[in-house]
Structure formats: C-alpha cells, structure tokens
C-alpha cells in the first residue's frame, strides 16, 4: 500500500481526466437524443449519423472513462490516509457516483431502444434528463471540495 502513497498525485492526474471526459459524454449523449427524436424519421441518413455518434460517444468516450474513474478512484479510496470513512461527505460522493452510474446505465439502454427506432421520452424530456448529471456533478465537486460534513 506504501506504493499508493507514492503514486497518489499521478492517480488523482488520472481520475480527474477520465471524470471530465465521463462527464463530457454524460452531459453530450442526452443532448444528441434530443436530436434524435426530433429528427424528421424520413430523413434516414440523417438519423443513421446520429445513431453512429451516439455509438462511438458510447464506446470510444464514455464506457473507457467510466471504467477509468471507478479504477482510479477506488485507487484513491484505497490509498492510505487520503479518505476518512467517519466524515459524511465520502458516502454523498460515493452515493452521487452510484447513481451517475445508473445514469450511463438508463443511457446506453435509451441507445438501443432509439437504434431499433423504439422512442420512449420527447425531446423535452430528454432535455430534463440533461439536469441528472448536471446536479450530480454540482453536488460532487461540493462534496470534495467544500467537505461541508
Ligand atoms: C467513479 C467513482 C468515483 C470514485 C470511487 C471516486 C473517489 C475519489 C476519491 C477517493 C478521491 C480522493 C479524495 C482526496 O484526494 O481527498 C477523489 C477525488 C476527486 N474526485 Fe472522485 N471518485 C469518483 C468519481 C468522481 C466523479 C464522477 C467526479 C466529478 C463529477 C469526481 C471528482 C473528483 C474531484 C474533483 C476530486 C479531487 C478532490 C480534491 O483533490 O480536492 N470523482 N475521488
């Protein structure tokens, strides 16, 4: 474990870049389904591009970064002296990103049900989704930043 002492600034470096491309992709991928559904389905092309960025959004972006934050942030968790368990703040984070997760999850399901032209939210609706990982986010970096608790 001495080892995590060593290398904890590098594993910070790390997480903090793959929780900005996590959520780049998180606040990007609901905002293309607002494009999708509202996009005339006569116009096939146009929604064969749209189904294509999603897929790559999801598969080149968002599920490495996902995997890569969890990584690095159990890292983190592990590293000797960096989280104190008896202070609230770590478990609102720790609950906060469960529920990100949960979030990617209702994501790549929406993918597939909008590849097989299956449409379950408006336009609208997509566009309120938009604020779950916006408040998420807002809620994280209070909670390890300001440690109000
Ligand atoms: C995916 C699961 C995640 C786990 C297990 C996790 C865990 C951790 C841990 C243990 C730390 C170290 C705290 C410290 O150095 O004092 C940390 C730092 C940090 N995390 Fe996460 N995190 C996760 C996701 C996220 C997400 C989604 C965000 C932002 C939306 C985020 C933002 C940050 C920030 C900004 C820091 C640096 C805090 C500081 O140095 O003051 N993390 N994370």
Redesign the pocket.
């Given at each position: 474990m001495e080892i995590l002492n060593t290398i904890?600034p590098w594993t910070?470096v790390i997480?903090?870049l793959a929780?900005i491309s996590?959520?780049a992709g998180l606040l990007y991928l609901p905002r293309l389904y607002v494009y999708h559904v509202e996009t005339d389905s006569k116009h096939l092309d146009k929604g064969k591009t749209i189904v294509l960025w999603e897929h790559l959004l999801i598969k080149r972006i968002m599920n490495p970064a996902?995997i890569t934050?969890?990584t690095?942030?159990?890292l983190?968790?592990l590293?000797p002296g960096?989280?104190d368990w008896a202070v609230f703040w770590?478990w609102i984070?720790?609950a906060?990103?469960i529920l990100?997760?949960g979030f990617h999850g209702f994501l790549l399901k929406q993918q597939k049900l909008l590849k097989n032209n299956v449409i379950q939210y408006s336009g609208k609706q997509y566009r309120l989704l938009n604020e779950v990982p916006t408040f998420?986010?807002v809620l994280?970096?209070i909670m390890?930043?300001v440690r109000p608790f």
């Open positions: 904890y910070k997480h903090l929780v996590w959520m996902m934050s969890w690095f942030g159990i983190l968790l590293t960096i989280v770590i984070k720790i906060s990103v990100m997760t998420l986010m994280i970096i390890v930043v």
